[in-house]
Nanobody, 123 residues
């Protein structure tokens, strides 16, 4: 079992920045790739970014590439999502997820989820 808890969401103006954190407990954190997903009202939950078990490799959705950075600190059992140049269309509940050995983009491939943190970007 892995327990995940996100933090760092909030209200920010367009063009601003936020850093989300996801603290993990339970099974060995470094044994799983980690992902961030988001869900806007009335929309499906979509992939945002993933990081490999070591943190050496990352992968991003086209919509956030160049603006968001995913990273992890295995010593702190924490994964981060640094978000910059935020746009109103980034408004959503952001979830971190764990489970697969490799970076994956489909939500059903992740076994463990946090409760989510709201990010609202005003225009």
């Amino acid at each position: 079992q892995v327990q995940l808890e996100e933090s760092g969401g909030g209200l920010v103006q367009a063009g601003g920045s936020l850093r989300l954190s996801c603290a993990a407990s339970g099974r060995t954190f470094s044994s799983t790739a980690m992902g961030w997903f988001r869900q806007a009202p009335g929309k499906e939950r979509e992939f945002v970014a993933a990081v490999s078990r070591s943190g050496d490799n990352t992968y991003y959705a086209d919509s956030v590439k160049g603006r968001f950075t995913i990273s992890r600190d295995n010593a702190k059992n924490t994964v981060y999502l640094q978000m910059a140049s935020l746009k109103p269309e980034d408004t959503a509940v952001y979830y971190c997820a764990a489970g697969p050995r490799y970076m994956l983009t489909i939500r059903t491939q992740y076994d463990y989820w946090g409760q989510g943190t709201q990010v609202t970007v005003s225009s």
